[in-house]
């Protein structure tokens, strides 16, 4: 029965990693079922039900893709209300571009969470996805950005354990009074993704980051540590081929 399902959804409905998204957590309710007797089978029916799968190109963003951005953001003609107001637009953007940061992560940072004196971003245990600790520094050309929002909290009174990306406390919408949701962020890139022409998104950013900083290899360690990997081999796996740069190291090592 199982096969079957798998005959008839694969390709036309859903795709082989979503595929193996079902099982994964479908043969965990079948294990549980099993562990406590509830189901009378000896071995787990979703076992050999996984697909392989090729790992897929990285989905990033060109320079020229990222000129094109900031220079949307910084022009105001024309901008949607909803990308408005427009600094704080560009402090959300910049701090995604800028650290690599997940949407999760960002909508549940504090402001007590950045140290605009050491310039770092702390991610806190309980908000990381690998439950450990780790910090982020605020780069030269985001910094600016990030010191405008605080001080823009503070004039309206945000304590330290608020929220630090809010947009609805700087206009009205139907949200007004409430934190920010993942929801309206991923809705204000579906806007600047229809204005620009191309696909932009939070998690777009983080591998653009670290497709980057991975075109060289010695900046696995930067790579990691930036990200907040636990395990080097989700690092690694940032590596994409680079003809030219293959070209050149064995041109100097060869001849």
């Not at 859903?14 to 294990?31: D, G």
Request: hydrophobic fraction near 40%; glycine fraction near 2%; aromatic fraction near 10%.
């Amino acid at each position: 029965m199982l096969l079957k399902w798998r005959n008839n959804v694969i390709d036309t409905k859903v795709k082989p990693v979503t595929w193996n998204s079902y099982i994964r957590h479908l043969k965990s309710i079948y294990k549980f079922g099993i562990e406590q007797k509830l189901l009378n089978y000896e071995e787990n029916p979703c076992n050999k039900l996984f697909l392989r799968v090729g790992r897929p190109k990285r989905k990033v963003l060109t320079s020229v893709q990222l000129d094109k951005l900031d220079f949307f953001l910084s022009c105001s003609e024309g901008l949607p209300d909803v990308l408005k107001p427009q600094w704080f637009i560009r402090v959300l953007v910049n701090t995604l571009r800028f650290t690599g940061i997940r949407r999760a992560q960002l909508l549940r940072l504090k402001i007590k969470d950045v140290d605009l004196y050491q310039k770092v971003i702390h991610i806190s245990p309980d908000i990381n996805k690998n439950h450990e600790y780790h910090c982020i520094p605020i780069l030269d050309r985001l910094h600016p950005y990030i010191e405008k929002l605080i001080i823009e909290l503070r004039k309206r009174h945000q304590n330290l354990d608020s929220q630090l990306f809010n947009i609805n406390l700087f206009r009205k919408t139907r949200y007004t009074g409430q934190i920010m949701t993942e929801f309206q962020i991923s809705h204000l890139f579906r806007v600047i993704s229809s204005r620009v022409g191309f696909q932009v998104s939070p998690h777009r950013f983080r591998h653009t980051v670290a497709t980057s900083l991975m075109k060289d290899p010695e900046n696995l360690y930067v790579a990691k540590q930036l990200l907040g990997h636990k395990d080097v081999r989700v690092t690694l796996s940032y590596i994409e081929n680079d003809v030219e740069m293959l070209r050149e190291k064995v041109n100097s090592t060869l001849l």
